[in-house]
């Protein structure tokens, strides 16, 4: 293993997600602290309430990003893709071993990376669940649940289990303070990003006739089929953008919380589907709504109510089980009718 | 009936040459296989509760890691004496009300799996509302609450730190009678009534809800026993492994029993035994893929993980390529032994149970 040597220096210093997260919050009361002192002027609340808000922003950004692929995925397979937060997870991988390994520029390994973890996702979808397209839903599901198993598996074997320090350039690293908020490039550039692909993933949806078939085929897959689009192809392309998307959002995860480890998708992947359940699953608007909606609620209670921090992880899941019970269509999604 | 003489006859001896295996397993085996041999009928227990649901209810639950760790945490507090307890505790005392608990094992297990089958029925009463991918997500959100519950209730679970030195008392009879009466009470509850509304629930529902079967009250009751057997089983690791922490219970344990569930046969009784031995045995057996050093802190050229990549992998073509795994639906029986050969044919035509 002749990258262990290169790479050990990368792999110390890897803080985990949770002492990140704790790190923001400190920050945020200390500089609440100088501010109030200094100038008096904003209320320490208000001040936190920014600088959370801040960061809820550009974590709910990333969240969106992913919970997209999700909700087109469920809207035109009803399938939950179980593997969408490994794909996240090896989008952050490649982006990794392109600057670690082949020393390329950050932005080319990046563009490389996530070209790859679009083929890598297509390529799943041919082979772990087009065959049981027309198998009960409970099989093509446990396909789900073994792929992203066997990807996580397999991502221990071949990417190491250690964690491992992802290398943060330093255009994103910088740090601005704007009115007393501390904010990094990287929580601006995070939300920019995710409004940018927003904006084109409507425009293909809705002004293009590829749009137009995967509207056609997450309508009635059958009626698509009837008018000659060719669902196979559509399903690739859903796969494909979803894939590229949750690639991106991988390597804007690893930019946030630069620590890489096989299992890192899981949480994530499975926040972000209940992003998309929150938002209505199968509309674009509710992912970017369900997305948001989730880092706003997961930051601003680890800011209020920071004796609640260890129950983090639950919060999101008491979401997805109130909003099912409650209202299982989503904030905006469109009543099915069941057939019988 | 000839054949019935016949089969109970067979099944007696098949009994009692399985009591006597037992008794020589119990005394040829060296410490570590006997480890193993227990394992093979905790598993059992957990993939017969997880085929209940899935198999034979036809509700995809994936909450299986989460109401194990219940059953073992409760099991664990019941039956640890107050001085363990002192010595868990560290950190924080437990509750006062939970100190001086000290029950003997079998009361401990049986209200592991009551108070577990409870928790079962008012996640059963919320979650079953609720179909298919959905149930399938609520229940592992459910799993997972649990866990963040046993891993931040510092006085009653001892948090993170779990819970050590518990006393050793899954022995082979325990394990194996457990084992056996589960199987026992499952192939009663499948043949009767029950099993049949279950069965037709899992067939076509809208058709069981219009012949009358109650089909809320049986998918409740279908996820309540399976959450009682879970919390046994998950009562019995608890004090086969004797030390637990909430991380054993992260969701993906789930993932395991649905492994030997689907290799099995989803909705086969036979299929679930014999894969979760086999599988539970495999796993040892091909742990010389994942290299001759894994020490964790040294680095070895072993390659820790193949052998999880192996049982994911298989998990992957059967379901790809043979989605009934090993039985389909299909459950062992004397006549289908007749009927291919193995033993001489007598009688006329039967049905197989």
């Given amino acids: 293993m002749t990258e262990a040597g290169n790479l050990a220096g990368l792999r110390e210093a890897a803080p985990s997600q949770a002492e990140l997260d704790r790190r923001d919050t400190e920050k945020s009361q200390k500089i609440d602290v100088s501010v109030f002192s200094v100038s008096g002027s904003i209320s320490m609340d208000l001040q936190t309430f920014l600088q959370q808000f801040v960061n809820a922003l550009s974590l709910g950004s990333l969240y969106a990003l992913i919970a997209i692929g999700y909700t087109m995925v469920y809207g035109i397979l009803r399938l939950i893709n179980f593997a969408h937060g490994d794909i996240f997870m090896i989008g952050g991988y490649l982006a990794f071993y392109g600057v670690g390994i082949f020393a390329m520029p950050w932005w080319l390994s990046a563009c490389l990376a996530i070209a790859l973890t679009t083929v890598f996702g297509v390529g799943l979808e041919r082979a772990a669940y087009r065959p049981l397209r027309d198998s009960p839903r409970i099989s093509i599901m446990i396909s789900a649940i073994g792929a992203s198993f066997l990807i996580e598996n397999l991502a221990i074997v071949l ?85 590229a998307l949750a690639a991106i959002g991988g390597i804007l995860f690893a930019l946030k919380y630069p620590r890489l480890e096989p299992l890192m998708g899981i949480m994530p992947g499975m926040k972000c589907f209940i992003a998309a359940v929150v ?21 601003m209670t680890i800011a209020f109510l920071p004796e609640l921090t260890g129950y983090k992880d639950a919060f999101a899941f008491i979401l997805l089980i109130a909003v099912l019970l409650f209202k299982p269509t989503g904030l905006l999604g469109r009543n099915q009718g069941e057939k019988v | 009936m000839k054949s019935m003489s016949r089969n109970a006859w067979l099944t007696f001896a098949a009994s009692l040459a ?22 093979c009928a905790i598993n059992v227990i957990l993939a017969l509760s997880l085929n209940l649901i899935n198999g034979f209810t036809g509700l995809f639950s994936l909450g299986h890691a989460g109401l194990m760790g219940l059953g073992a945490y409760t099991c664990a507090l019941l039956a640890m004496t107050p001085a363990q307890k002192e010595d868990n505790f560290f950190l924080q005392p437990i509750v006062p009300w939970l100190l001086d608990v000290h029950l003997p094992f079998l009361p401990s297990l049986l209200a592991a799996g009551l108070f577990t089958g409870f928790v079962g029925w008012l996640l059963g009463v919320v979650a079953l509302r609720l179909r298919d991918d959905y149930l399938a997500i609520a229940t592992l959100g459910f799993s997972e609450i649990i866990r963040v519950v046993l891993t931040n209730a510092q006085p009653i679970t001892n948090g993170a730190l779990g819970l050590k030195g518990l006393p050793r008392y899954t022995t082979m009879w325990w394990a194996w009678g457990s084992a056996i009466a589960v199987t026992v009470f499952l192939v009663l509850l499948i043949k009767s009534s029950y099993g049949r509304a279950f069965k037709s629930i899992r067939d076509n529902e809208i058709a069981a809800e219009a012949m009358g079967i109650d089909v809320f009250g049986m998918k409740v009751l279908s996820f309540t026993i399976s959450s009682f057997l879970c919390g046994i089983a998950g009562g019995l690791l608890a004090h086969y492994l004797t030390t637990i922490d909430p991380k054993q219970f992260f969701f993906l344990k789930t993932f395991d029993i649905l492994l030997i569930v689907v290799l099995g046969g989803v909705g086969s009784i036979t299929g679930s035994i014999v894969a979760a031995i086999a599988v539970t045995a495999s796993m040892e057996i091909l742990r010389f893929l994942d290299g001759p050093l894994n020490l964790g802190f040294l680095v070895t050229n072993g390659t820790p993980g193949l052998r999880m990549v192996f049982f994911s992998a298989l998990l992957m073509i059967v379901i790809i390529f043979r989605q009934q795994g090993l039985m389909g639906t299909s459950e062992f029986s004397w006549d289908a032994l007749a009927r291919i050969g193995l033993l001489p044919r007598r009688g006329g035509k039967e049905r197989d149970g």
């Fill in chain 1, 279 to 299: 938002g209505g699953i199968g509309s674009i608007g509710g992912a970017v709504l369900g997305g948001l909606l989730l880092g706003l609620i997961e930051l």
């Fill in chain 1, 159 to 243: 990417f190491d289990a250690r964690p491992k320090a992802f290398p943060v350039p330093g255009l994103f690293a910088a740090n601005h303070v704007v009115g007393g908020i501390h904010v990094a490039s990287v929580s601006l550039i995070i939300p920019l990003v995710t409004a940018v692909l927003l904006a084109i993933l409507l425009w293909i949806v809705h002004r293009t006739r590829t749009g137009m078939a995967m509207r056609a085929v997450s309508t009635d897959i059958e009626a698509a089929r009837l008018m000659a689009v060719d669902v196979d192809r559509i399903v690739s392309v859903t796969f494909a953008i979803g894939s």
């Fill in chain 2, 18 to 39: 399985g009591i006597a295996l037992l008794f020589v397993f119990e005394e040829t085996f060296d410490r570590f296989t006997m480890q193993i041999f227990k394992l």
